[in-house]
């Protein structure tokens, strides 16, 4: 599982309500990925981090901020949550230092936003 | 740019029966590939992936796939079905060499039948 964890599992929360959530890893990559995940879609990439404070958009990240101040946790916040944001969201780890390597994913975290 | 096409987004075989997930994608670069395969409330796990090294590529649980590109394919098969297998199937490009982030397809839910 390449020794990636998320916090919280589940959360429910209410339109308006700031949410974060966390991905750590053991294993020190560089690369780590948000995407959320829902019926009909896929996953869709959130952000993604390619080091320590340095991070970029992916294609859908209105509405969502992430920060990296450490190489083991990259954080998802949603400043002002809406049910638009309702989905499963999870984080993942490039293993190594080329495009084609392969990408390791946590267990996924449930939000559903009231 | 790249996309994933899955044809199907429910497939049902019956146990022994020969599995086929429809994969095609495009990419204006050489395309590294992927399948994922997601049991109910887990996170995606890794089945297979081309990198251009060889054109058939086996994967884990008697999977395989075979890159085509002039048909720009990367279907997915297995001989015969197992109950076991019954999940979502998640077919995934990579060409960009920035972020190197995955494309995904929306998916195929396959139910096996005894």
């Known amino acids: 599982d390449a020794g990636i964890t998320q916090s919280p599992r589940h959360k429910v929360t209410e339109t308006g309500t700031p949410v974060t959530l966390r991905c750590h890893q053991t294993e020190n990559h560089r690369y780590m990925y948000w995407y959320r995940q829902d019926p009909g879609h896929g996953l869709r990439l959130i952000h993604y981090?390619?080091?320590?404070?340095?991070?970029d958009k992916g294609e859908v990240s209105d509405g969502y901020s992430v920060s990296r101040s450490k190489t083991e946790d990259f954080l998802l916040t949603l400043e002002s949550a809406t049910s638009s944001q309702t989905s499963v969201y999870f984080c993942a780890i490039s293993a190594g230092n080329t495009h084609t390597d392969t990408q390791y994913f946590g267990p996924g975290t449930r939000l559903t936003v009231l | 740019a790249q996309s994933v096409t899955q044809l199907g987004s429910h497939v049902s075989v019956s146990e022994g029966a020969l599995v086929l997930l429809r994969c095609n994608y495009s990419?204006?670069?050489?395309?590294?590939l992927f399948w994922y395969v997601q049991y109910p409330n887990q996170g995606l796990q890794l089945l297979l992936k081309y990198t251009s090294a060889a054109t058939l590529v086996k994967g884990i649980n008697g999977f395989e796939a075979e890159f085509k590109k002039s048909e720009t394919s990367f279907h997915l098969t297995k001989p015969s079905a197992h109950m076991s297998d019954a999940a979502e199937y998640f077919c995934?490009?990579?060409?960009?060499?920035?972020?190197?982030?995955?494309?995904f397809g929306s998916g195929t839910r396959l139910q096996v039948q005894p």
């Open positions: 995934a490009v990579s060409g960009d060499t920035g972020r190197r982030a995955l494309t």
């Open positions: 981090s390619y080091g320590v404070k340095d991070t």
């Open positions: 990419s204006s670069v050489p395309p590294y």
